[in-house]
């Protein structure tokens, strides 16, 4: 993230996720031991935001402090290996949706989709990082099990 203050603040006011760690800068030799070969200065303000009924899932929002990143999600395919995507359950998703429109989110398809027992859209947060919300047809089920 180029800034963790603005991530954290789009991620808590427009998809209503909750701040479980406000940003704070980790530096010195810890966090070298952890991601010193990894990154050549792992300084970082780091935050985390989740979900109010699961401390165990969690988006970590990183900025990297002395090192500059690239911009490659924006031209990053759907496609393109790796991770893709993180989905999101809601309870109502047209609902969920034109609240998040009404908040200037950019949506990547025109509606909504009834597909595998689940109702689906595709957005993307201002970074490039996308989303898919899925409503449940038999909300008591988990997502992967909505089949009879």
């Given at each position: 993230m180029p800034d963790c203050e603005a991530a954290v603040a789009f991620y808590r006011d427009v998809l209503g996720l909750r701040v479980l760690?406000?940003?704070y800068v980790m530096a010195?030799?810890?966090?070298?031991?952890?991601m010193g070969q990894l990154v050549s200065d792992p300084t970082m303000k780091a935050a985390i935001v989740g979900f109010d009924d699961d401390g165990d899932r969690v988006l970590e929002v990183i900025e990297y402090l002395g090192v500059a990143g690239g911009d490659q999600r924006?031209?990053?395919a759907i496609t393109d290996h790796g991770l893709?995507?993180?989905g999101l359950i809601c309870e109502d998703?047209?609902?969920?949706r034109a609240e998040l429109e009404a908040n200037g989110v950019r949506f990547l398809v025109d509606g909504v989709a009834d597909v595998a027992r689940v109702r689906t859209t595709w957005f993307v947060d201002p970074w490039g990082v996308v989303f898919i919300l899925v409503e449940k047809s038999k909300p008591e089920r988990p997502y992967f099990a909505q089949w009879d």
């Open positions: 760690s406000p940003p010195g030799d810890a966090i070298r031991d952890d924006s031209t990053a893709s995507h993180v998703l047209d609902a969920t």
